[in-house]
């Protein structure tokens, strides 16, 4: 707790460009859950590095993220948004963490295991640990809650065991995270494959709608995507392509998947398609320009990232002292 605020802690990488999913599935939901916790949305560089970067684009990368996450209405006054590398904390908690965590837990993480095939000729020592790491920037704030997506539950799992390990061998350190459910994000899906995520790695760069495509490249994108050939909207897993488009129509425009239908009652998929495309248009037109003005104001975004590292720092050293009392390291001579 931090006042009479619970405490909730999310992360995302600077790596690729943001899609409509990530905006729809998560930082949409981040805006909503602020007022209610005590917030820290971390731009999670340190766990960026497992894969070979290209340091000034991830330095670019970073801070576009860290200026998307308050052009999406994160207030940075309110809730802390900084970079992970800025607070040296997670780095020190992860190593002792690291001490508490087994080689066989980490072998079973499906991440790795995914991650390891793609990056054949990089499989390093970080790579294997980066659970950890999120466990780290976790238990640095005592979060209670964690949004997270279903594909990251895994490595929510084991920051609570390694959590309760430690609170195990030591008494009441850490705060034991939940995942956040409740009203989650909606999931969405590629416009060329709906059976899968949309994803920042899509290689086809038709499959996503990237945050900064502008309205003509949104449009033209859903007039390509994949439906069926039933020639009926319903809402149904039979019509995966079709329910996609109506869950981010619902997400764009507050509606339920009833109402949607019962608007494109007699309407053809070219219809559903022009109305989807110009909903999103509607909801990232803002958000870009909310972006393009915050981006000019380099001074206001500096003090935004000092200012937050300094929040961010002050918080992660309490629980950092703790711990390292708590294990064995003698008391620092003031
Ligand atoms: N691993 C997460 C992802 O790739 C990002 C992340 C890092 C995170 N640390 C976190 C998410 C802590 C939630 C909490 O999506």
């Not at 605020?5 to 992360?11: D, E, H, N, R």
Request: net charge neutral.
């Amino acid at each position: 707790m931090i006042g009479d605020k619970k405490v909730l802690f999310s992360g995302m990488q600077a790596t690729g460009n943001l899609t409509l999913g990530n905006y729809l599935g998560a930082l949409q939901n981040w805006v909503k859950l602020s007022d209610e916790y005590e917030c820290f949305y971390s731009v999670v560089d340190l766990h960026s590095i497992t894969v070979r970067q290209d340091p000034a684009e991830l330095r670019k990368r970073a801070r576009m993220l860290l200026t998307l996450y308050i052009a999406a209405g994160l207030d940075p006054e309110k809730n802390c948004i900084y970079y992970q590398s800025h607070v040296s904390g997670h780095a020190e908690l992860a190593w002792i963490l690291n001490c508490f965590t087994y080689m066989g837990e980490l072998n079973r993480m499906t991440q790795f295991k995914d991650k390891a095939a793609k990056h054949a000729d990089n499989i390093n020592a970080g790579l294997f640990t980066y659970p950890v790491l999120m466990a780290a920037d976790i238990l640095l704030y005592q979060a209670d809650v964690v949004p997270v997506g279903i594909d990251q539950m895994q490595h929510l799992e084991i920051t609570r065991d390694i959590a309760q390990r430690f609170n195990g061998i030591y008494g009441d350190v850490f705060t034991i995270p939940e995942a956040y459910v409740g009203k989650s994000g909606a999931k969405i899906m590629s416009l060329q494959n709906p059976e899968k995520k949309m994803s920042k790695s899509d290689e086809n760069p038709n499959a996503s709608i990237y945050l900064m495509d502008d309205p003509d490249t949104i449009i033209r994108k859903f007039k390509r995507a994949v439906t069926d050939s039933m020639a009926q909207i319903v809402y149904s897993n039979e019509q995966p392509g079709v329910k996609n488009l109506l869950d981010i129509y619902c997400a764009c425009t507050g509606k339920t998947p009833d109402e949607a239908v019962r608007e494109f009652d007699g309407k053809g998929y070219g219809d559903l398609k022009l109305a989807v495309g110009e909903s999103v248009v509607s909801v990232l037109r803002p958000l870009q320009e909310r972006y393009a003005d915050l981006s000019k104001d380099k001074a206001y975004i500096d003090g935004i990232i000092k200012e937050n590292a300094e929040k961010a720092n002050y918080y992660a050293t309490k629980t950092l002292r703790k711990v390292q009392k708590k294990v064995g390291f003698p008391e620092r001579i003031r």
